[in-house]
T-cell receptor
Framework: SQQGEEDPQALSIQEGENATMNCSYK?????LQWYRQNSGRGLVHLIL?????REKHSGRLRVTLDTSKKSSSLLITASRAADTASYFC???????????FGKGTLLTVNP | ETGVTQSPTHLIKTRGQQVTLRCSSQ?????VSWYQQALGQGPQFIFQ???????GRGNFPPRFSGLQFPNYSSELNVNALELDDSALYLC?????????????FGPGTRLLVL
């Protein structure tokens, strides 16, 4: 079963605009991770935020976490055509071994 | 490039057959996890191997089994293939077990069951 739900399911923007994707989850977590996947290939780790953190930055990425609302957001600033991909959030759900992924947001950045 | 490799890249099998998928972990990683990703869905956890022992299992039947070798590479075996087993199979390695670890994914093996 899917733990997280990304919103929106699909997002289409112009190059240079910002893209915001949201993730909601159901159980308590130790951390939340965001991954990116190009065209049904392997996933690439983007950023990890721990449950005691509220915001984290990495380059053009900004992630927020609100554990009271069980939600997270991923902001990509100044998007590029190369950012076109599916983005997934993944939570550990308090588990010591597995990640549970949402269904993902398909981001299309038009040149 | 994550340093995680998988073979084969594509595979076509018929219902009832058996398949073995292989994964080489990144150097220095002792943990391998396997995921199944159906079309349009997120990856679903199958199981994890840590230092050659199964460390946890998702909601998959026993016909999904695995191995991890002393060099930490791993195999996923699926017996009695069903049409619904058609999916992208991803392996991921990490430095240690645990959900707090960053997982490094391979490019996947796309399996089609006819």
């Amino acid at each position: 079963s899917q733990q997280g739900e990304e919103d929106p399911q699909a997002l289409s923007i112009q190059e240079g605009e910002n893209a915001t994707m949201n993730c909601s989850y159901k159980t308590s977590i130790n951390n939340l991770q965001w991954y990116r996947q190009n065209s049904g290939r392997g996933l690439v780790h983007l950023i990890l935020i721990r449950s005691n953190e509220r915001e984290k930055h990495s380059g053009r990425l900004r992630v927020t976490l609100d554990t009271s609302k069980k939600s997270s957001s991923l902001l990509i600033t100044a998007s590029r055509a190369a950012d076109t991909a599916s983005y997934f959030c993944a939570t550990d759900g308090g588990s010591n071994y597995k990640l549970t992924f949402g269904k993902g947001t398909l981001l299309t950045v038009n040149p | 490039e994550t340093g995680v490799t998988q073979s084969p890249t594509h595979l076509i099998k018929t219902r009832g057959q058996q398949v073995t998928l292989r994964c080489s972990s990144q150097s220095g990683h002792n943990t391998v996890s396997w995921y199944q990703q159906a079309l349009g869905q997120g990856p679903q956890f199958i199981f994890q191997y840590y230092r050659e022992e199964e460390n946890g299992r998702g909601n998959f039947p026993p016909r999904f089994s695995g191995l991890q070798f002393p060099n930490y590479s791993s195999e996923l075996n699926v017996n009695a293939l069903e049409l619904d087993d058609s999916a992208l199979y991803l392996c991921a390695s990490s430095r240690e077990r645990g959900g707090q670890e960053t997982q490094y994914f391979g490019p996947g093996t796309r399996l089609l069951v006819l």
